[in-house]
């Protein structure tokens, strides 16, 4: 650990509007020094726009920016001790490889730029191909160029927008890997936006959901895929089962909720909605905690776990494990997917069953919020 907290970005109520249309609400947050950081969220729902508010290419409509101590609300972006990467690398065509990601030293009037430039293109596994053109390097390669071009002057933090969005799938999750160990190297601050959950899951520590112009959640990928607290959150970082009921009492450190004709246990501290006898509660509980029985086999099913019955629909075998859709009465409006490892020739469609899961496995949303 360090007490270095140069790095560090603080967003105080910075909000932007667009005449009557808020792009962004106002908005607290803090990302300390040397954390790779994602803002993650649909298109529109205002990533890009804080990005840009942090690099100084947008003006807040209110709010302040700090990078370490320093307050830059009121700076140009130059003078930031910030750069950015964006999708579209806007390499210089007739410049190679070297001359590109010298171009910052150079523009600083500095004359003895060959380590420092051979330093960062190892950094980035380019060495070989300094003096290449652009065109002649691969996406993936041409985004490393982007990326030495901009730590070539050291920021204290670096800004990347959907910077692998132009890669396929293949391009894409090596250079998530490549970012990650470059970020570990150099131990900067990065800022990363993307509308990819994986991206986001794969490459950073904390991350921040936004929806419709503010943060929904703030967490590690762990806590967000385990513990989201709203269905929005729940729904974009992978898929969700939800179930009505109601708090009927506690038991330790479990609720007990009634759900349907029976009963669901929820450890309390898993719980975002009042606990209170009555009170409404949203369960989830994600499709791959969930395994079937056969209902002529529900006596095998261990004590202790929570269980809902129901009919499959239908199922799908889909390589590593078979996605079934289970219709079930606790749950009217919705149906249930379940994978399951395995294969049990009488779990087809018409089938009467038995979901169960660990309760640790439940999480609880306010059903009046969500
Ligand atoms: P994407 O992934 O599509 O880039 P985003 O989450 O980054 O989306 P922003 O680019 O931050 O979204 O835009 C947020 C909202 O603000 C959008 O509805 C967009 O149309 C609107 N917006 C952005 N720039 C302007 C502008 N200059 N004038 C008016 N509205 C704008």
Not at 73 to 82: I, Q, W
Not at 93 to 100: A, G, R, S, V, Y
Request: glycine share 10%; proline share 5%.
């Amino acid at each position: 650990m360090t007490n270095d907290t140069s790095g560090d970005v603080r967003l105080s109520g910075i909000s932007k509007t667009y005449g009557s249309f808020t792009a962004v609400h106002p908005l607290d947050l803090t990302v300390p020094q040397g954390s790779f950081f994602a803002l993650l969220g649909a298109s529109g729902c205002g990533k890009t726009t804080t990005l840009r508010m942090i690099a100084g290419l947008e003006e807040p409509s209110s709010g302040t920016v700090h990078l370490g101590e320093q307050d830059v609300t009121a700076l140009p972006p130059y003078k930031r001790p910030v750069n950015t990467v964006f999708q579209s690398y806007a390499l210089f065509p007739h410049l190679d490889i070297f001359e590109n990601v010298a171009f910052g030293l150079r523009r600083r009037g500095i004359k003895s730029v060959k380590k420092q430039v051979e330093e960062m293109l190892d950094l980035v596994q380019l060495g070989e191909q300094a003096r290449k053109k652009p065109h002649q390097l691969s996406g993936g390669q041409q985004q490393r160029v982007a990326v030495a071009r901009a730590l070539i002057n050291h920021p204290k933090v670096l800004l990347l927008d959907e910077p692998l969005g132009a890669l396929d799938l293949k391009l894409r999750r090596q250079m998530q890997l490549e970012l990650k160990r470059i970020q570990t190297e150099v131990g900067i601050t990065f800022i990363h936006v993307t509308h990819d959950q994986e991206e986001a899951m794969t490459m950073a520590d904390t991350v921040a959901v936004m929806n419709a112009g503010r943060v929904e959640q703030l967490g590690s990928p762990n806590d967000l895929y385990e513990n989201p607290s709203t269905t929005f959150v729940a729904n974009f970082l992978g898929t969700s089962n939800f179930i009505e009921a109601e708090v009927d009492s506690k038991s330790g450190d479990d609720i007990v909720l009634k759900a349907g004709g029976g009963k669901l246990v929820l450890p309390e501290s898993r719980c975002g909605a009042p606990t209170t006898t009555g009170g409404k509660v949203l369960v989830g509980v994600r499709p791959e905690k969930i395994s079937l029985t056969h209902a002529d086999e529900a006596g095998e099913i261990p004590e202790g776990r929570n269980r809902i019955t129901g009919r499959i629909a239908d199922s799908s075998f889909i390589g590593v494990s078979t996605q079934y859709v289970v219709d079930s009465p606790v749950c009217p409006e919705f149906e249930v997917y379940a994978q399951n490892i395995d294969r049990d020739a009488r779990l087809v469609p018409g089938a009467d069953v038995v979901l169960h899961w660990n309760p640790a496995h439940t999480f609880g949303l306010d059903a009046a919020q969500s």
